[in-house]
């Protein structure tokens, strides 16, 4: 059957990625992916990607002119899915249009009587995504927002989505190597390295979803021993949250955790150099709290810790909402994405250019 993955606008190419490595699975790419799975194959991406924030079997893609254009179709193979089951139209816009989500949602409940319709606790969703002129839709094998980590109970405000820190790990090309967070807040990046690392199932403690509603399955994957995940940071606050929602996660054992300032990091952590193959981490941008200096210093401190501590093919890799800072230090390369409506960048440093 015809599968769409839903990801981050601008993650596109790390969620294909992902899926490509870890399932086997060959996308075809736009703002969506499309691919051709079973249910088994479908139930190990759900259980396992830390990239997708959907996984639906397809009913419709296009373009259009209004809304009219969007329509549902294919609706033979899901009612022998479904049955007698209940569903929900929900719709989700990016862009500008003459619509809103409600009006679509109703429009499109109003043209089908196939499907038995149930607005307040329904058995499956039929999810509507529509971006600029285009729209896909789809019956979703999730039933929920795979972006949502439960683990993420100690937050921090600057934290990342689990999947934008993910993708940013795929970006850096050393997401197996040894890896140090040195500002990981609530201990985001580092958590999701050790999912990685491990092979241990990030939906391992939510494995629900819409598709064990159709088929149930249950099944036991093998664990691998990962390598140095060091997650650190200059506020007590912030590392105890970090071990909280690790052990939250099921990963504490898997990741390194000290109280140590950005300077430090070369004497405290480690005796020799070039020992690490990544470091990752969300950036100080200036801001109201933060001045324009006070980020400049930030970044110098990380490039000349970078320089000690990264093995000779090591990389640097900061998320930003202010690349220029960095732009104007140092030699890099970046790739705008978005965090739900926020844009943010990642800025990919080599050992080499430090």
């Known amino acids: 059957m015809k599968i769409v993955a839903l990801t981050e606008k601008g993650c596109e190419e790390f969620a294909a990625l992902e899926l490509n490595k870890r399932f086997g699975v060959n996308c075809h790419k736009k703002w969506f992916l499309e691919f051709s799975s079973d249910l088994e194959k479908c139930y190990d991406v759900l259980m396992f990607s830390q990239s997708i924030t959907d996984l639906l079997i397809k009913i419709n893609s ?68 529509v971006q600029d002129n285009e729209f896909v839709i789809g019956l979703s094998l999730a039933g929920r ?35 140090l967070d040195p500002g990981a807040l609530s201990g985001v990046i580092p958590i999701e390295a050790a999912f990685y690392q491990s092979n241990f199932p990030v939906n391992f403690y939510e494995p629900k979803f819409a598709l064990n509603k159709i088929k149930e399955i249950k099944k036991e994957y093998p664990k691998k021993t990962p390598k140095n995940i060091f997650s650190i940071d200059k506020s007590f606050k912030n590392v105890s949250a970090q071990k909280k929602n690790s052990k939250i996660a099921g990963v504490e054992k898997h990741i390194k955790f000290s109280r140590t300032d950005l300077e430090n990091i070369d ?17 100080l941008d200036s801001s109201k709290r ?15 810790q970078s320089k000690q501590v990264l093995k000779t093919k090591g990389v640097l890799t900061i998320i930003t909402q202010k690349p220029k800072t960095i732009e104007d230090l140092v030699k890099c390369k970046k790739v705008e ?11 990919k440093v080599m050992k080499d250019d430090l």
């Open 62 to 129: 296009g373009s259009f002119k209004d809304m009219k254009d969007i329509s549902l179709q294919n609706l033979v193979e899901i009612k022998e899915i479904i049955g007698e089951k209940t569903v929900k139209i929900s719709c989700t816009r990016k862009g500008n249009h003459d619509f809103n989500s409600v009006e679509l949602e109703k429009f499109l409940a109003e043209k089908t009587d196939d499907l038995n319709f149930e607005l307040k606790n329904p058995d499956f969703y039929i999810n509507v995504y």
């Open 145 to 179: 927002d795979l972006s949502k980590r439960q683990y993420r109970v100690f937050n921090h405000p600057n934290s990342l989505k689990g999947t934008t820190a993910f993708c940013a790990l795929i970006y850096s090309e050393k997401i197996g190597g040894d890896i």
């Open 267 to 283: 004497l405290k952590l480690y005796k020799d150099k070039d020992q690490l193959d990544l470091i990752i981490t969300r950036g």
């Open 290 to 304: 933060v001045s324009q200096k006070s980020s400049l210093e930030y970044y110098e401190k990380l490039l000349s």
């Open 337 to 347: 994405v978005w965090q739900g409506n926020q844009k943010i960048y990642f800025v």
